[in-house]
């Protein structure tokens, strides 16, 4: 069993950063592949990001590629997310997910383990 726990949303301006992070607890970290998704109000939950227990390998929606960062710290257990630029439309609320393996996949149906997200709400 995996435990996930998001922090660091909030609100900001449009054209701001927000930085998420994820700390995760329970079966060993580093054999996991994580995940970022998001649900705006209204809509479907989708990908952002994943990141293979490397940190070598990422994958990226390309609505949010060349603007947000993901990272993580095996030896923490923390997998961040680096928001930049950020526009009215990446309001949704965050959620941190895990799935066992090396395959960046980015189907929901794909992610065993799921936070129970974080707001982030960006104004005009």
């Known amino acids: 069993q995996v435990q996930l726990a998001e922090s660091g949303g909030g609100l900001v301006q449009a054209g701001g950063s927000l930085k998420l992070s994820c700390a995760a607890s329970?079966?060993?970290?580093?054999?996991?592949?994580m995940g970022w998704f998001r649900q705006a109000p209204g809509k479907e939950r989708e990908f952002v990001a994943a990141?293979?227990?490397?940190?070598?390998?990422?994958a990226y929606a390309d609505s949010v590629k060349g603007r947000f960062t993901i990272s993580r710290d095996n030896a923490q257990n923390t997998v961040n997310l680096q928001m930049n630029s950020l526009k009215l439309e990446d309001t949704a609320v965050y959620y941190c997910?895990?799935?066992?393996?090396?395959?960046?996949?980015?189907?929901?149906?794909?992610?065993?383990?799921w936070g129970q997200g974080t707001q982030v709400t960006v104004s005009s």
């Open positions: 997910a895990a799935r066992s393996g090396s395959l960046l996949y980015r189907q929901l149906g794909q992610y065993n383990y």
């Open positions: 990141i293979r227990w490397s940190g070598r390998d990422t």
């Open positions: 329970g079966r060993t970290f580093s054999n996991y592949v």
